[in-house]
């Protein structure tokens, strides 16, 4: 366990940059552009400027207070589960931080030729390797997670407060709903769905990283969508001329399950999600039948199917790291 710990130390010090600074600066660029518009609205426009409604102009914070209780709650419980939404940009990123981290992670070694000392010292190719997976699995989407809390909680902070300026007070609602509370740690708790889903691509990554002597990416990606196009070629042949054709679809999900794991949120795609489960009549978006929807998807058998195709490419990658050690 204490190789393991310094291990990972070890990832994270040397993809710092990627994996640290790359989500910190998309969160204060997103946080400056929201302080601008908010400036914007303020000093321009004005949060209590009146609406036309039916053709009569009222003002918001007019339209607010007549609201009833129950709806101004429904409204601020909504915002206090979905604040965790502002932080998409670093989720969107995320997948391609992990993509190049392990597509580089087993070659880096090979080409510079430090897997000579790594070999030297008393760390079995099994550790390492897994300390690569664990960190594309676990330690990035961790670091993005508590990146994107604090964003989205700064964000939330900055628009209740202006809010509260212009008369729209609503701090005491989303403070007081549990979705406010809720939101991380559902957040949280999809980590081991997103590790599932994970799983296939980066054993995939991995794999390919231990063996290919160079042009990774090509090898990676391209090795994929060639099969597909060449499946594709052949099902048109044999549709046209044999009267029989193969099963596309069933090649188009392997590709996109191994390639497009690692998308926060892939599970709604591949999963048989109810989209039923996760919205309601007044708040839309359900934040806790998203939660519960994610879940359900590790009944699919398929998931499980890639589970272990994704294990046994990072057993693979064990194996192939032992004899590929040359530059």
């Known amino acids: 366990m204490n190789t393991m710990k310094w291990l990972l130390r070890r990832e994270l010090w040397e993809n710092k940059g990627s994996m640290v600074r790359v989500p910190v600066i998309i969160a204060l660029t997103m946080l400056a552009f929201l302080i601008c518009m908010v400036g914007y609205g303020m000093f321009h426009t004005g949060f209590g400027d009146s609406v036309t409604v039916n053709g009569q102009a009222l003002s918001k914070v007019t339209m607010w207070n007549a609201m009833p209780l129950e709806r101004r709650a429904e409204i601020a419980q909504g915002l206090a589960g979905a604040y965790i939404a502002f932080a998409a940009p670093l989720f969107l990123v995320l997948p391609l931080v992990s993509f190049f981290y392990c597509l580089a992670a087993l070659y880096d070694d090979r080409r510079d030729r430090s897997i000579l000392f790594w070999k030297s010292l008393p760390i079995s190719d099994r550790s390492t390797v897994l300390s690569k997976a664990l960190t594309a699995l676990c330690v990035a989407p961790l670091i993005t997670m508590a990146v994107g809390t604090a964003a989205a909680l700064t964000m939330l902070v900055i628009g209740v407060v202006m809010a509260s300026f212009s008369g729209l007070h609503i701090a005491g609602l989303v403070l007081s709903s549990p979705e406010f509370y809720l939101a991380p740690l559902r957040l949280i708790g999809l980590l081991p769905v997103y590790i599932l889903w994970a799983l296939p691509t980066v054993g995939w990554l991995l794999m390919v990283s231990s063996w290919a002597r160079s042009k990774v990416f090509l090898w990676a990606v391209g090795v994929p969508l060639l099969g597909l196009l060449l499946v594709q070629w052949f099902n048109f042949m044999a549709t046209n001329f044999l009267g029989a054709g193969l099963n596309v679809k069933l090649f188009e999900h392997i590709v996109a399950r191994g390639l497009g794991g690692l998308i926060p949120g892939i599970w709604m795609k591949f999963g048989n999600v109810s989209p039923d489960g996760m919205l309601t009549q007044t708040r839309g978006i359900d934040?806790?039948?998203?939660?519960?929807?994610?879940?359900?998807?590790?009944?699919?058998?398929?998931?499980?199917?890639?589970?272990?195709?994704?294990?046994?490419?990072?057993?693979?990658?064990?194996?192939?790291?032992?004899?590929?050690?040359?530059?």
């Open 287 to 327: 934040a806790g039948g998203v939660f519960a929807q994610s879940w359900l998807t590790v009944l699919q058998p398929g998931l499980w199917i890639g589970v272990i195709a994704g294990a046994a490419m990072i057993y693979a990658a064990m194996r192939l790291r032992r004899f590929r050690d040359e530059g």
